[in-house]
């Protein structure tokens, strides 16, 4: 654990805009992307088995009804309830924010109305295996359907039984996804981008995965939109001397079990808290579940920030641009409103980046590595493309006709005012 008294540099020198992209993992992923863009389904089973140790057949490529009917029998009613009050909430926000993207404006005899249409198609990514997150597709596919996307698939990597994790399954049904296909990695991503006999293209690829698929996801982006870079989680909790030390040190240990890479961090005011911080934080994380897990990404990446007052704090916070800003002050409503970069601002005691990773109504697919300066998270507007429409008037034309005329004559393009001039011949 890392304890800084001065500006930590070394922190903010790898955030963007200084992130780059890795030309040893394309110089991987783009052989097997070209592989399956030509061969389709044959390439798929070939990288499947290569990478997965999973022989598959093309029928077997699809998951089929009845295996997702029996994974509603692996599973407790509980976790099915958890994901369709997580479904209900993110629905209910995302709803909400659809209902303000139309509105119309008159303008002197013109109507400019401003819509939405929903893209057609969409692939999301779901990690398998121990990084298996059911909750991510929820959080990817939801704003997806509110949106209206018409078809949507999901790609998983296989275990080596050819199962697929069931609680994935049944967040997929829930959800209502159309398809899940036996595939991960950057063939996967292929696959998705480009289309094989047994899976159709999309508009757009989403979901974390590992460094092969992130980069698999960069490769492809000029063929099929796709999401921002996932990375490692982040946190950054932002406190004073009214803070509860011991809820800090549980948040930022929740974040260490996401895994390695992971980035934990408290800047406060306190010198106080910052030890008191300190000394909790490592007899919490020799009593964690995952003690290994957690204990290696607060030693490389953990760190307190001791700074002289709350707005050197969010000056802080707004140059690292954490993907999770946990705000607990005296007045956290205040300090949060003056935090301009950061994924999801969480505020007070009572809202733990634990809570807003599940069910709070906030999707937890979040911008990492500084990109949160200038992208938010996942929601309904990734899925949508905004449609202006104008219907005007034979007075509410005349009323700019003069100034068409002037500004098509200064561009050299006359047949535009006389388009306009015909219409009143």
Known sequence: MRVYREPPTDLLDNRWPNASADGDLLD?????????????????????????????TPGELMVGVDEVEEAYSMVTEEQVAALKESKRRLETVESQRLKGLTFTVELDGVNVRSTVKPLS?????????????????VMN?????????????????????????????????ICGVDRVYRLG??????????GSETVLRVDKIVGPGNKYVTAA?????????????????????????????????????????????????LVTTSPRLAEEAERLLSESAAKAPRRSVVEEVLGEGGF??????????VEFADALAPEHLEVMTADPQLVAEKVSSAGLIQVGPYTPVASTD?????????PTGGYAKISPGITVMDYLKPVTVVESTMEGLRNVRSHIKALSDAEGLPSHGLAVEGRFS
């Open 121 to 137: 198609s969409l692939g999301c990514y779901v990690p398998g295996g121990k990084a298996a997150y059911p909750s991510s597709l």
């Open 217 to 265: 996801k960069a490769a492809v982006s000029g063929a099929v939109a796709v999401d921002k870079p996932a990375g490692p989680s982040e946190v950054l909790v932002l406190a004073d001397d009214a803070a509860d030390p011991r809820l800090i040190a549980l948040d930022m240990i929740s974040q260490a079990e996401h895994g390695p890479g992971g980035l934990v961090g």
């Open 141 to 173: 596919v939801v704003p997806a359907k509110v949106a209206g996307v018409g078809r949507i698939v999901v790609c998983t990597p296989p275990g080596k039984d050819k199962s697929i994790n069931p609680l994935t399954l049944v967040a997929a049904d």
């Open 185 to 194: 990695g950057a063939q996967a991503v292929a696959a998705m981008a480009y």
């Open 358 to 366: 599940y069910c709070m109504g906030a999707n937890h697919v979040l």
């Open 28 to 56: 991987v992923v783009n052989p097997i992307l070209e592989s399956v863009k030509t061969e389709g389904d044959s390439a798929l089973i070939r990288f499947t088995e290569r990478f997965d140790g999973v022989s598959l």
């Open 304 to 313: 307190i920030y001791i700074v002289d007052s709350l707005e050197e704090a």
